[in-house]
């Protein structure tokens, strides 16, 4: 693979310019990255996931001295809300000072390799990579490998962030086929609240290879709300991995929303390391074409008292595919868990597919689990109920559709985003509102 | 109004309906009874359009059209109206959307103006306390926790809101205790004018103290083996129907 040649010189250069507190992460993740390859099928992880065939091609980072991606080029894609938020860019994988905008007193934004020397040095040691324990592959190695242009977000202790924080992952595909890799660690601190929403646009029309880590740390009494919204072009791949610590009792919201892409890889870890935490982790994809969108998550109950509760809901139509992977670890201390898991698919067309899988480990006694999931086609008794009421079949196909939607997108707490969510909704739904 | 003249159909190879014959005129209500199983239900979806049926053999017209020939939305536009014995429940979909949406689609294939918000919701009023039917039902998902009785008054609620020209009802008196009987047959009868017809379909003859038929048809395995006055159903009810089973082959030509 010609982009493996490529990165390795690249690894090279960047240890010979950058030092720092962050150097050893890099040349030990730079070795596992060497040792591990890209992910073939044969691991069982990446089984339905052929993240090669992507890497077939040859992807270079880029650099952009802000000359060719500007203010007003970011404007065009903005979210709904954007403007009343925090707004923190990625450009190339690189964090964008000039472009992001932060409009709450509670919030810290500084380089990664800053925080690794200051005040939060510490809490940098401790957290940063942390979900390599969680994916030993060469894709979040990768990640490690190459660090360059991360952050660090710290929301301070005790405070409310009363505007969302917007994180844009953009690639700039106008020339080459670019490889991207935003990296931010994230602390909520103690009984501080804050709500995320990430998203990636890529622009041009060669390729773009997204690999995006976020690690966050939610503290005691914190709550947290993180949404992702994925609605790329076809030549976009990406693997997209939250992966969330909860240190102390406190609630996590998260919900995932992925529609157009390429191939789309998403990682949500929650390791609940505090007795008493709860976890929601919602997920709605809606694929056609080619797109091919994969879903693994973990929740790692490692203390006890904790409650997860997980759903993901896909629609799957021309020759999309789809993977769900849900693991729950229940450790042995972990007694008095509860964790809900449930995963249904609608495949709307023949050509469409979805494979489906829990896995539940369980090292406790004392614990309440529950899984399941579905795969089957529209309900055609509820299609004729509809059109025996005079609603023609198009129409109630995508009421149907709607419905079964709908108590995903109600979990999106964010007023604009979830009315630009049910808008992309409606809009592939071709739902024609009076 | 409605002409149903030798109709075969059946599912998946199996035969069901084995020649039915019968003539629905503007202004009549008919009543088909029979045992479990005789293929009533299996009538009235061959009816309303559900394609999982096949129509082997028989025609079908409906106010001059080829009934057999048209979707089930296009049914529904024409004037005919199935009330379900077993109503779907839809997660996420809000009932009063649904009988909106309803609504305007029928309007629009009858040519008639689209009812807007406040239009709509005068009808809807006038039609829920008709039923008997609370507000915070029409709020809900779709027959989604709905009781037996909500879902069956459901059912005829949307159809005094999509005014049908012909109501099949589906044992719609099954599980309903005797007030809500009264209400279904109440909303029933002020639909039924000299232009509209009523089909029945029901187990017992208590419905038909409210809804008097003009004519009772017994249907046993596919076909109507017997077709009387009112009294008929008076007679099934004391009798049972064992006595239609032995008669069948006297009535085999009828
Ligand atoms: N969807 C179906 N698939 C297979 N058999 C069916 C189906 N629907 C009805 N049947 C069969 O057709 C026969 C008539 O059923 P139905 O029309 O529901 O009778 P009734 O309404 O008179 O009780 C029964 O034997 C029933 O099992
Ligand atoms: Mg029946």
């Known amino acids: ?434 | 109004m409605l002409k149903i003249q030798n109709l075969h159909a059946g599912i998946e190879g199996k035969k069901i309906l084995n020649g039915i014959n019968l003539e629905i005129r503007p202004g009549e209500v008919h009543a088909i009874m029979g045992p479990n199983g005789s293929g009533k239900s299996t009538l009235a979806s061959v009816l309303a359009g559900r394609k999982e049926f096949e129509v082997s053999n028989g025609t079908v017209e409906f106010l001059g059209k080829d009934l057999l020939d048209l979707s089930p939305e296009a049914r529904a536009g024409e004037g005919l109206f199935l009330a379900f014995q077993y109503p779907i429940e839809i997660p996420g979909l809000s009932t009063t959307n649904f009988i909106k949406t309803a609504v305007n689609e029928v309007r629009k294939y009858r040519g008639q103006d689209t009812l807007d918000a406040v239009g709509f919701l005068k009808l809807m009023k006038e039609k829920m306390a008709l039923m008997n039917m609370d507000q915070s039902l029409l709020s809900r998902p779709l027959n989604e926790g709905f009781s037996g009785g909500e879902k069956k008054r459901n059912e005829i609620f949307q159809m005094a809101m999509l005014q049908p020209k012909l109501a099949i009802l589906d044992e719609t008196d099954s599980g309903l205790d005797i007030d809500a009987i009264r209400i279904v047959a109440n909303g029933v009868n002020k639909l039924a004018t000299q232009d509209t017809a009523v089909l029945v379909v029901t187990h017992y003859q208590r419905l038909l103290d409210y809804i008097v038929p003009d004519f009772v048809h017994v249907l046993y395995k596919g076909r109507i083996v017997k077709s009387g006055p009112k009294e008929l159903a008076l007679e099934l009810e004391e009798r049972g129907y064992d006595f239609i089973k032995n008669e069948t082959n006297v009535t085999e030509e009828v």
């Open chain 1, 1 to 434: 693979m010609a982009t493996i040649d490529y990165l390795e010189k690249e690894f090279e250069k960047l240890q010979a310019t950058t030092g720092g507190q962050l150097s050893a992460f890099r040349q030990d993740a730079f070795t596992a990255f060497s040792r591990l390859g890209i992910p073939s099928s044969r691991n069982e992880e990446w089984k339905y996931t052929r993240v090669g065939l992507v890497f077939n091609k040859t992807f270079q980072f880029s650099e952009d001295d802000g000359s060719r991606f500007t203010a007003a080029d970011l404007t065009k894609l903005k979210l709904p809300g954007s403007d009343e938020a925090n707004e923190i860019v990625f450009l190339n994988g690189r964090f964008s000072s000039t472009l992001s905008t932060l409009r709450s007193q509670g919030l810290t934004l500084l380089p990664l390799e800053e925080a690794a020397q200051g005040a939060h040095s510490e809490f940098v040691a401790t957290h940063f990579a942390n979900s390599s324990k969680y994916l030993k592959d060469g894709i979040n190695a990768m990640s490690t490998a190459f660090l360059s242009g991360a952050i660090f977000l710290d929301v301070k202790k005790g405070a409310t962030i009363d505007h969302p924080v917007y994180i844009y992952n953009i690639s700039d595909a106008r020339e080459f086929n670019v490889l991207s890799q935003p990296r931010s660690l994230i602390k909520v601190g103690e009984n501080a609240q804050v709500q995320l929403v990430e998203t990636f646009v890529t622009i041009g029309s060669q390729e773009s290879f997204t690999n995006q880590v976020m690690e966050m740390v939610v503290e005691r009494d914190a709550i947290t709300e993180y949404y992702k919204i994925q609605n790329d072009v076809p030549n976009a791949n990406q693997v997209s991995t939250t992966h969330i610590r909860q240190t102390g009792k406190s609630y996590t919201h998260a919900v995932t929303i992925s529609l157009d892409g390429g191939m789309v890889r998403n990682n949500l870890n929650l390791v609940l390391d505090a007795p008493n935490c709860e976890a929601h982790m919602y997920g709605l994809y809606f694929q056609k074409g080619k797109t091919h969108i994969d879903n693994h998550t973990v929740v790692d109950n490692v203390q006890p008292n904790c409650l997860s509760n997980e759903l993901y809901k896909g629609i799957l139509t021309d020759s999309a595919t789809g993977v769900f992977n849900g693991k729950i670890f229940v450790r042995p201390l972990a007694q008095k868990t509860n964790a809900y898991q449930s995963n249904k698919n609608v495949l709307l067309s023949d050509t469409a597919s979805v494979n489906t899988k829990p896995q539940l480990e369980i090292y406790a006694d004392d614990v309440k689990c529950s899984h399941g999931c579905t795969i089957g086609q529209l309900d055609e008794e509820a299609l004729f109920y509809l059109q025996s009421r005079g609603i023609n079949e198009k129409r109630a196909k995508s009421m149907l559709l709607h419905g079964f939607s709908s108590d995903i997108l109600e979990k999106i707490k964010l007023t604009p985003i979830r009315a630009y969510v049910e808008g992309l909704i409606d809009q592939r739904l071709e739902f024609d509102k009076e």
